[in-house]
């Protein structure tokens, strides 16, 4: 029988195992993972270092690399199973359907160009945007995250680690997505600043209505 998603749920995850490939075998990172994040939920996954958190986050995201892969499992985004989709359906998918906000904001942006050219670059590839609608764009969404729009041309080591978080947190939300994947989005930033950044993340959350999955070792994060 034929598996119907559930309307009221973004995402749904069943039965996801993936692998990686290595010389002497295949290692299994993840084994029969299933859960689901309804419309507008908050969803807390939680565990230790190399338990295979952010395995599951490019998994969602069809971001996995070899050597790892899919070996089996379904991953439902709004209805659609996304490992029937194409390389081209996945770039419609991304960013739009669903975002991710990586582990390292320093890593997360490229060092040598504008904070102006990040969000031109993204806004170009998926929605076609000009110099001039991208910058208007990226300016609303620095306000979005209390991050002053003059400062678009500045660079990203000119930021202190909780502001270039916002500014990903701001790239991941510019082009609407129902589902936000959140890995680890607090990593190395000072307790002040932990509760600042998920002040601000909750805030926009309620403003827009998006779904958030939120990955962490931190279990004090998940109350």
Not at 24 to 39: D, L, P, R, T, Y
Request: aromatic share 8%; with cysteine; hydrophobic share 40%.
């Amino acid at each position: 029988m034929t598996y119907k998603p559930n309307p009221d749920n973004i995402l749904e995850v069943r039965n996801l195992c993936v692998d990686y490939i290595l010389d002497h075998g295949e290692f299994s990172a993840v084994k029969n993972v299933s859960f689901h994040i309804k419309k507008g939920e908050i969803f807390g996954l939680a565990g230790e270092s190399g338990c295979g958190k952010s395995t599951i986050a490019f998994a969602i995201n069809r971001l996995l690399q070899p050597p790892a892969h899919i070996s089996s499992g379904e991953i439902y985004l709004d209805g659609e199973n996304t490992l029937l989709k194409n390389d081209s359906e996945l770039a419609d998918m991304r960013w739009s359907k669903v975002s991710m906000v990586f582990q390292s904001a320093m890593n997360s942006l490229n060092p040598v160009i504008t904070i102006e050219e990040q969000f031109r670059d993204m806004l170009h590839a998926h929605k076609g945007m000009n110099r001039a609608q991208a910058a208007e764009r990226a300016r609303e969404l620095l306000v979005l995250v209390g991050i002053d729009p003059a400062r678009l041309s500045d660079y990203p080591h000119q930021f202190s680690g909780g502001m270039r978080q916002r500014i990903v947190i701001a790239i991941g939300l510019a082009l609407n997505p129902d589902l936000v994947v959140m890995d680890e989005p607090t990593t190395a930033l000072d307790v002040v600043v932990h509760r600042e950044i998920l002040q601000e993340i909750y805030k926009l959350r309620e403003k827009f209505g998006f779904s958030i999955m939120f990955i962490t070792h931190d279990l004090s994060l998940m109350t």
